[in-house]
C-alpha cells in the first residue's frame, strides 16, 4: 500500500514554470512505476509522464513533450514535474499515481494508487 499527496500547484502565467511534486508512503517505493496525469473540467483524466521505478525510463505525452520533465528521487520517496513554457491548455488538476512493476505505464486503469490532486492554473 502507499500513498501519495501532490503539493506545488498554483497559478501562473503562461509561459512561465511550476514544478509539482509528489511525496509517496511506505518503505517500497523504489518497487513502484510512478505516473502523473492530468483533468481539465468536463474533459477525461488524461496522461502526462511516466518514470520506471529506477528513474532510468521516462515517457510523455505528446502535448508535453520538450516542456515537461518527470523525475524521482527514491531516497526521498518523491516524484517530481518540471513543468515550463506553460500555457493555459496545461490547465488542470494534476495527479500522480503509482503502481508496482518495472515499466512505464500510460493508461488510468494500469495504476492502482492516486493522490488527491493539485489544481494548476494558467493564465493567458
Known amino acids: 500500500q502507499v500513498q501519495l499527496v501532490e503539493s506545488g500547484g498554483g497559478l501562473v502565467q503562461a509561459g512561465g514554470s511550476l514544478r509539482l511534486s509528489c511525496a509517496a508512503s511506505g518503505r517500497t517505493f523504489s518497487r513502484y512505476a510512478m505516473g502523473w496525469f492530468r483533468q481539465a473540467p468536463g474533459k477525461e483524466r488524461e496522461f502526462v509522464a511516466a518514470?520506471?521505478?529506477?528513474?532510468?525510463?521516462?515517457v510523455y505525452a505528446d502535448s508535453v513533450k520538450g516542456r515537461f520533465t518527470i523525475s524521482r528521487d527514491n531516497a526521498k520517496n518523491m516524484v517530481y514535474l518540471q513543468m515550463n513554457s506553460l500555457k493555459p491548455e496545461d490547465t488542470a488538476v494534476y495527479y500522480c499515481?503509482?503502481?508496482?512493476?518495472?515499466?512505464?505505464?500510460?493508461?488510468?486503469?494500469?495504476?492502482?494508487?492516486w493522490g488527491q490532486g493539485t489544481q494548476v492554473t494558467v493564465s493567458s
Open positions: 499515481a503509482a503502481r508496482e512493476g518495472a515499466g512505464t505505464y500510460y493508461y488510468t486503469t494500469q495504476y492502482d494508487f
Open positions: 518514470i520506471s521505478w529506477n528513474g532510468r525510463s521516462t
